[in-house]
């Protein structure tokens, strides 16, 4: 059975940093691009950053400069580690991955973890 959990999400000021953690199971992790999203009340659920098997990383315009996305192979974990927070930051955050069971490829999600950043 293929898992996300996230962890990490909480409040704080405007300035401040966050770091946070998705687990995997159920997936050769090594293998896999992971990303993170994030989803405002009432708005769409947005790229914020992904990082490929060799550690490629992409950002959305928004976060560039202040986020950072790695990840532990070892540990089968993607962090998002989050600097300068903004109130517009405010979210849900999710961590993804695709897989393909057969001749179908299914996107994977954890249940998000909340990050509210105040003013």
């Known amino acids: 059975q293929v898992q996300l959990v996230e962890s990490g999400g909480g409040l704080v000021q405007a300035g401040g940093s966050l770091r946070l953690s998705c687990e995997a199971s159920?997936?050769?992790?090594?293998?896999?691009?992971m990303s993170w999203y994030r989803q405002a009340p009432g708005k769409q659920r947005d790229l914020v950053a992904d990082?490929?098997?060799?550690?490629?990383?992409n950002y959305a315009d928004s976060v560039k400069g202040r986020f950072t996305i790695s990840r532990d192979n070892a540990k089968n974990t993607v962090y998002l580690q989050m600097n300068s927070l903004k109130p517009e930051d405010t979210a849900r955050y999710y961590c993804?991955?695709?897989?393909?069971?057969?001749?179908?490829?299914?996107?994977?999600w954890g249940q998000g973890t909340q990050v509210t950043v105040s003013s």
């Open positions: 993804n991955t695709g897989v393909t069971i057969g001749l179908r490829s299914y996107q994977i």
């Open positions: 159920g997936i050769i992790f090594s293998s896999k691009t």
């Open positions: 990082i490929t098997r060799v550690g490629s990383t």
